[in-house]
């Protein structure tokens, strides 16, 4: 069975409520929707009911996403928001572990599995990024480092709740303005450590989980990541940050794709 193409941005903390709502009403004025691919944004938590809003009143099926949340369902943790209040917004995902959160925030893997297991038991998709560090890197346990945070991520998660489940790799190396882009040779063999320490796990249903790639992608680079085996589609910073940029990173990923 054929894996879509998904593909989206993600904000951080850029756009207001009304910023984030021109901008995808425009991307889905210029994206046609089709079975074989699969869109998103992930616009900041203030953006969402703008966004959610537009997507019911259109009918618009491009995911909509947040930017992170609180394993907890509710209680006494401020500024923390919760996959119930997520989902009483009509968001259809969350991307957990972006490399932001686990670097800056210290969220650590034994946290992440809690929020994954909290957004599966609700019902809410998952954009889990994975990613090892330029140490990491340097010292050659790039695998291991993101074997380590996958399998802690998904300890204890059910099968049946896998079909929720897409991965990024974003090696925190290549992400950002100071990042250095990875070339698809860096790429391709942790792709292939992602797809079978998930099947591993869980048997070959998890050869269907989708793997995208994230970090200083643009539509120069963009087909040369999606063209991988293992690669379904990307996680984009910068380049989706404008309208003409997020539909041309994306035109330039679904070229080159493979499933
Ligand atoms: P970038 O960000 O494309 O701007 O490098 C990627 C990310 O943080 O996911």
Redesign the pocket.
């Known amino acids: 069975m054929g894996r879509p193409y998904i593909f989206g941005t993600?904000f951080k903390m850029n756009q207001t409520p009304a910023e984030s709502a021109a901008f995808f009403e425009q991307v889905a004025a210029r994206i046609a929707p089709r079975s074989d691919v699969h869109c998103y944004i992930i616009p900041p938590y203030t953006s969402l009911q703008a966004v959610t809003e537009l997507a019911r009143r259109d009918n618009i099926p491009i995911w909509i996403g947040a930017q992170n949340m609180h394993w907890a369902p509710e209680g006494a943790y401020t500024g923390e928001i919760s996959a119930r209040i997520l989902l009483a917004l009509g968001v259809d995902l969350v991307l957990l572990g972006?490399?932001?959160r686990r670097g800056l925030f210290h969220e650590g893997d034994p946290e992440l599995n809690r929020k994954v297991q909290a957004a599966f038991a609700a019902g809410l998709r998952v954009l889990l990024a994975v990613g090892e560090t330029g140490e990491e890197r340097q010292y050659g346990v790039s695998a291991e480092t993101v074997a380590r945070q996958l399998k802690i991520a998904l300890y204890d998660v059910p099968v049946e709740q896998l079909a929720l489940l897409s991965v990024a790799y974003?090696p925190v190396w290549?992400?950002?303005a100071g990042?250095t882009p990875a070339s698809p040779d860096d790429v391709a063999p942790i792709a292939t450590v992602i797809r079978s320490t998930i099947a591993d796990r869980f048997g070959d249903v998890g050869r269907q989980v989708p793997v995208l790639y994230?970090?200083?992608?643009n539509p120069s680079n963009a087909g040369s990541f999606t063209a991988l085996e293992d690669i379904d589609g990307l996680?984009?910073?910068?380049?989706g940050w404008t309208v003409d940029g997020y539909v041309a990173t994306y035109e330039a990923g679904l070229a080159a794709y493979s499933d």
Do not use: F, W
């Open positions: 993600n972006h490399a932001e974003e290549s992400i950002g990042g994230g970090g200083s992608v996680l984009v910073g910068r380049s």
